[in-house]
């Protein structure tokens, strides 16, 4: 029974590319090798050209579709842009430390939920090819499907009202430090993964199976 579990989280958010799989800047660099594009031609589509920033925005949270975000930054990069967003993240993998420690946690009784800024999810998705099956977590929290992208409070307290817990008793990982201090408002407890998933697993252990009485 959750009321009987001592530690004082209950609820463990995990962000989805980056977290739960490996890296997303090495798959991007991949992904330019495979295209035959020039070193960092893929991370400026994205990140800087305005078109390509305008269109990853709406795809998020679902007013653009996948076939609209291959057509725009297919035509910035000059490739097919035929099943690209597949394509560009042909070498993101599940991350198998990250994905043992939420294992750990939910055998435990923590209740798990996965919250991503949406790639789409047709004609392509993702979180099923990588192997994020829906019955692994308690919640799944996409913002397409939510209308609202992090680092939007409402996201966050959607997830929260997904897992019906208060945000003190959970835990929150994400690769990207923009995205906490809003999650750290609602209380959450929050954990910036950079590029040691050794070092995150063994936070999210000692914070949610630590069970030694204060």
């Known amino acids: 029974m959750e009321d009987e579990l001592p530690a004082p989280y209950r609820g463990l958010i995990l962000d989805f590319g980056g977290v739960l ?3 997303m800047r090495l798959n991007g660099e991949a992904f330019e090798r495979s295209e035959g594009l020039s070193p960092g031609a893929y991370f400026h589509a994205l990140n800087e050209h ?3 920033v305008a269109t990853y925005s709406v795809l998020e949270v679902g007013k653009a579709t996948q076939e609209d975000w291959n057509r725009v930054i297919g035509g910035i990069l000059g490739i097919d842009p035929t ?3 597949r ?3 042909a070498n993101l993998h599940p991350e198998p ?3 043992a420690a939420a294992q750990r946690a939910r055998a435990a009784g923590i209740k798990v939920a996965m919250l991503s800024n949406s790639f789409g999810i047709e004609p392509y998705n993702p979180y099923e090819d990588k192997g994020m099956r829906r019955d692994f977590f308690d919640a799944v929290i996409l913002s397409e499907l939510e209308g609202v992208r992090k680092p939007s409070p409402t996201i966050y307290q959607r ?3 997904a897992l019906e817990l208060e ?3 959970c835990v929150f990982v994400d690769d990207h430090a923009e995205n ?3 999650a750290e408002a609602l209380g959450i407890q929050t954990i910036h993964h950079t590029t040691d998933p050794t070092a995150t697993a063994a936070i999210l252990d000692s914070l949610l199976l630590d069970r030694t009485p204060a």
Do not use: F, N, S
């Open 167 to 169: 945000g003190p008793e």
């Open 83 to 85: 099943d690209l967003m």
């Open 87 to 89: 394509r560009a993240l």
């Open 50 to 52: 305005p078109d390509g």
């Open 21 to 23: 799989t490996t890296c």
């Open 180 to 182: 906490l201090p809003p």
């Open 159 to 161: 997830a929260l009202e």
């Open 97 to 99: 430390q990250i994905v």
